[in-house]
């Protein structure tokens, strides 16, 4: 900040300068006053002799006497000249110029004395370097007659000068001293009641602003608008100050809160971890159970089956049609029973994870198709089916678990079959890309589009399903899990109205599927 | 293949042991049965004439695999081994562990004389479906 711009000198320079306005005003005015007084005094007393010889129309016994007439006007007054008509003094304050001519006296100017042309003058004059008031008045002997006197009176005026010198050197004197006062005072009054507080707010500030939060103004005892001030500072100061400490304790409590929701955290996590390990280990404990227990549900199932099958046979004996029929059919519940308990054991162990495939390499996927066909064609003897083939010459062979892709393309087949009244189930393998395509087409009802993600889960069985009886509902979602454990997909396409057509690819190389028995 | 083959079958359970006993009698095979695995390794010397040997895995005492060891050591590559199981997602360990084929239980009849060709002319057979 510069001075020009402070504070101090807006205020001190305009009262300043109304100041020397106001004071060289009253300045010049008293001034003036005494100066015309002074001139006012001094032609008085210089138009005396003039007078007093106008009111004795004349006559000059009214101012024979010098000292008189000294006296009357004044110190100052130098001389008094009366002259006639012949340009004789008559007389002379200075006895010396008495009968003197005018013209004999250098100190006059003839041209003054004027008895044609009468003129009262009255002006300065300078005479040895000293400056002289002259009063000239011509006087005459009547009223309104002619003029037969001249009066002359001299003034000094320097000591009249150097008085108003004087009054004016008090004047000017006494604005700049005021002046100068006034430029003290103001400068004190700014020192203590503005710079020194607001300074110390300034500095105060700073601190502020650098963190230190205890800094106060102490001892405010003013009320004027610093005070205010120093008071808003404190104050706010103050509220800043407990601000932050409510900031700071709020920080500490959402710091404890903080760890006290991270510990709940980590212990919820724990709790988590432990119930999903206890799920896991239950349901791993429930897998390995149905495995075991899929397993020994199997084991009658040898000799029902295949003792039924015996006698049937003839093997242990002759038959009669009954007594085979009966058993055949003992033979095809089981084999059914095998079949629903061979489903669980699979989905129990893919929902385990636990499935392993049985690798193989150089499969050869139309030798697996042919006795699904033939499957088919049994499936569908007694409905107008046609079973049709579009196996590509040449497939290339591929690794994977022989039984399983028999699994799946038996799955799918006797879903066409069981589901088409009428038409034609085709069965299709062909290369595509790095894979081969493997594909059952029929001429059934069609799966709705809701449906089409439902047929793959688990002990889902649409309506269509369920209306056409016998099934786990597991077929299809083992099969597409089967699929994927090759590297592969299952997916249908299909509209309702316009049959289904469900698609299997199988990679020809997959690397994770290497035989374990080469 | 030469007549009179002399099959083994080592199984606790006697219904199975009666299915494929007979199932190979149909084959023309000579059948000698052991229930208990703790005979076999008082007697190796009932291995001397035997073609084939059918094991089941689960078995109390000894299991199929530690049968299966005292076989291999007495009869080496000569004879083929084949694990009978209801266990079919054992297939991967008894091919790994050296068996020449499986057969699960229940074991379909109407493939077992294919099967049991198969298998005495050297072709393994993993039948677990």
């Given at each position: 900040?510069?001075?020009?711009?402070?504070?101090?000198f807006?205020?001190?320079?305009?009262?300043?300068?109304?100041?020397?306005?106001?004071?060289?005003?009253?300045?010049?005015?008293?001034?003036?006053?005494?100066?015309?007084?002074?001139?006012?005094?001094?032609?008085?007393?210089?138009?005396?002799?003039?007078?007093?010889?106008?009111?004795?129309?004349?006559?000059?016994?009214?101012?024979?006497?010098?000292?008189?007439?000294?006296?009357?006007?004044?110190?100052?007054?130098?001389?008094v000249?009366?002259?006639?008509?012949?340009?004789?003094?008559?007389?002379?304050?200075?006895p010396?110029?008495?009968?003197?001519?005018?013209?004999?006296v250098?100190t006059?100017?003839?041209?003054?004395?004027?008895?044609?042309?009468?003129?009262?003058?009255?002006?300065?004059?300078?005479?040895?370097?000293?400056?002289y008031?002259?009063?000239?008045?011509?006087?005459?002997?009547?009223?309104?007659?002619?003029?037969?006197?001249?009066?002359?009176?001299?003034?000094g005026?320097?000591?009249?000068?150097?008085?108003?010198?004087?009054?004016?050197?008090?004047?000017?004197?006494?604005?700049?001293?005021?002046?100068?006062?006034?430029?003290m005072i103001?400068?004190?009054?700014?020192?203590?009641?503005?710079f020194?507080?607001?300074?110390?707010?300034?500095?105060?500030?700073?601190?502020?602003?650098?963190?230190?939060?205890?800094?106060?103004?102490?001892?405010?005892?003013?009320?004027?608008?610093?005070?205010?001030?120093?008071?808003?500072?404190?104050?706010?100061?103050?509220?800043?100050?407990?601000?932050?400490?409510?900031?700071?304790?709020?920080?500490?409590?959402?710091?404890?809160?903080?760890?006290?929701?991270?510990?709940?955290?980590?212990?919820?996590?724990?709790?988590?971890?432990?119930?999903?390990?206890?799920?896991?280990?239950?349901?791993?404990?429930?897998?390995q159970?149905?495995?075991?227990?899929?397993?020994?549900?199997?084991?009658?199932?040898?000799?029902?089956?295949?003792?039924?099958?015996?006698?049937?046979?003839?093997?242990?004996?002759?038959?009669?049609?009954?007594?085979?029929?009966?058993?055949?059919l003992?033979?095809?519940?089981?084999?059914?029973?095998?079949?629903?308990?061979?489903?669980?054991?699979?989905?129990?162990?893919?929902?385990?994870?636990?499935?392993?495939?049985?690798v193989?390499?150089e499969?050869?996927?139309?030798?697996?198709?042919?006795?699904?066909?033939?499957?088919?064609?049994?499936?569908?003897?007694?409905?107008?089916?046609?079973?049709?083939?579009?196996?590509?010459?040449?497939?290339?062979?591929?690794?994977?678990d022989?039984?399983?892709?028999?699994?799946?393309?038996?799955?799918?087949?006797?879903?066409?079959c069981?589901?088409?009244?009428?038409?034609?189930?085709?069965?299709?393998?062909?290369v595509?890309?790095?894979?081969i395509?493997?594909?059952?087409?029929?001429?059934?009802?069609?799966?709705?589009?809701?449906?089409?993600?439902?047929?793959?889960?688990?002990?889902?069985?649409?309506?269509?399903?369920?209306?056409?009886?016998?099934?786990?509902?597991?077929?299809?979602?083992?099969?597409?899990r089967?699929?994927?454990?090759?590297?592969?997909?299952?997916?249908?396409?299909?509209?309702?109205?316009?049959?289904?057509?469900?698609?299997?690819?199988?990679?020809?190389?997959?690397?994770?599927?290497?035989?374990?028995?080469? | 293949?030469?007549?009179?083959?002399?099959?083994?079958?080592?199984?606790?359970?006697?219904?199975?042991?009666?299915?494929?006993?007979?199932l190979?009698?149909l084959?023309?095979?000579?059948?000698?049965?052991?229930?208990?695995?703790?005979?076999?390794?008082?007697?190796?010397?009932?291995?001397?004439?035997?073609?084939?040997?059918?094991v089941?895995?689960?078995?109390?005492?000894?299991?199929?695999?530690?049968?299966?060891?005292?076989?291999?050591?007495?009869?080496?590559?000569?004879?083929?081994?084949?694990?009978?199981?209801?266990?079919?997602?054992?297939?991967?360990?008894?091919?790994?562990?050296?068996?020449?084929?499986?057969?699960?239980?229940?074991?379909?009849?109407?493939?077992?004389?294919?099967?049991?060709?198969?298998?005495?002319?050297?072709?393994?057979?993993?039948?677990?479906?």
């Amino acid at each position: 900040m510069r001075f020009l711009e402070s504070l101090y000198f807006k205020i001190s320079f305009f009262v300043i300068v109304i100041q020397i306005m106001v004071m060289s005003g009253i300045g010049i005015v008293y001034y003036n006053s005494f100066s015309n007084q002074l001139d006012a005094a001094l032609k008085e007393r210089i138009e005396i002799p003039a007078k007093l010889l106008e009111s004795s129309r004349g006559r000059l016994v009214s101012i024979q006497d010098r000292e008189a007439v000294r006296v009357q006007v004044g110190e100052n007054v130098t001389d008094v000249l009366v002259v006639n008509k012949n340009g004789t003094v008559l007389f002379s304050l200075q006895p010396e110029l008495s009968g003197k001519k005018v013209a004999a006296v250098s100190t006059l100017d003839a041209s003054w004395f004027d008895f044609e042309n009468p003129q009262t003058i009255f002006q300065e004059v300078t005479e040895n370097e000293e400056p002289y008031l002259i009063s000239i008045t011509p006087i005459g002997s009547t009223v309104g007659g002619e003029i037969t006197l001249f009066v002359y009176a001299k003034a000094g005026t320097a000591v009249t000068r150097a008085q108003k010198a004087q009054v004016a050197q008090l004047v000017i004197g006494s604005t700049v001293i005021t002046v100068i006062a006034t430029y003290m005072i103001l400068f004190f009054l700014f020192y203590t009641q503005v710079f020194k507080r607001v300074g110390q707010v300034v500095s105060m500030l700073r601190q502020v602003g650098e963190g230190n939060l205890n800094v106060r103004i102490p001892d405010i005892r003013a009320n004027d608008e610093i005070s205010t001030l120093q008071r808003q500072f404190n104050s706010m100061v103050e509220k800043r100050s407990q601000t932050e400490t409510t900031i700071s304790e709020l920080n500490k409590n959402l710091q404890t809160l903080n760890e006290g929701l991270e510990q709940r955290v980590i212990e919820r996590t724990h709790e988590l971890n432990l119930a999903k390990e206890e799920a896991e280990r239950s349901n791993s404990v429930k897998s390995q159970f149905l495995a075991s227990m899929s397993h020994e549900l199997r084991t009658p199932l040898n000799a029902i089956i295949n003792l039924s099958q015996f006698v049937s046979r003839g093997v242990m004996g002759e038959v009669n049609e009954e007594q085979k029929e009966s058993l055949d059919l003992v033979v095809s519940s089981g084999q059914h029973l095998l079949n629903l308990i061979n489903d669980v054991l699979d989905i129990s162990k893919i929902e385990a994870g636990a499935l392993k495939l049985f690798v193989e390499s150089e499969i050869n996927v139309s030798d697996v198709l042919q006795p699904i066909i033939a499957t088919a064609q049994s499936l569908v003897h007694n409905k107008p089916i046609e079973i049709v083939t579009e196996i590509e010459a040449d497939l290339p062979e591929i690794t994977g678990d022989k039984r399983r892709i028999a699994q799946i393309m038996l799955n799918l087949v006797s879903n066409a079959c069981k589901f088409t009244e009428t038409g034609q189930v085709t069965i299709g393998a062909k290369v595509q890309d790095s894979s081969i395509l493997l594909s059952v087409t029929d001429t059934g009802p069609g799966i709705a589009a809701d449906d089409r993600q439902a047929i793959f889960e688990t002990f889902r069985q649409t309506e269509t399903g369920l209306k056409s009886g016998a099934g786990t509902g597991l077929g299809l979602p083992i099969s597409q899990r089967l699929a994927e454990a090759h590297g592969g997909r299952l997916w249908v396409e299909s509209e309702v109205g316009q049959g289904a057509t469900f698609y299997v690819s199988l990679p020809i190389q997959v690397e994770t599927l290497t035989p374990t028995l080469l | 293949m030469k007549q009179n083959i002399h099959a083994l079958i080592i199984d606790d359970n006697r219904t199975d042991q009666m299915i494929l006993s007979r199932l190979l009698s149909l084959e023309g095979v000579q059948v000698s049965q052991i229930f208990n695995p703790a005979e076999l390794e008082a007697n190796l010397q009932v291995l001397d004439d035997v073609d084939i040997v059918f094991v089941d895995l689960e078995m109390p005492n000894l299991n199929g695999y530690e049968v299966f060891q005292i076989l291999k050591q007495y009869l080496g590559d000569a004879v083929p081994l084949v694990a009978c199981t209801v266990h079919t997602s054992e297939v991967n360990t008894v091919r790994d562990l050296g068996f020449n084929s499986f057969l699960g239980k229940p074991l379909k009849s109407n493939q077992f004389s294919a099967q049991f060709h198969a298998i005495m002319e050297g072709k393994p057979v993993w039948e677990f479906k």
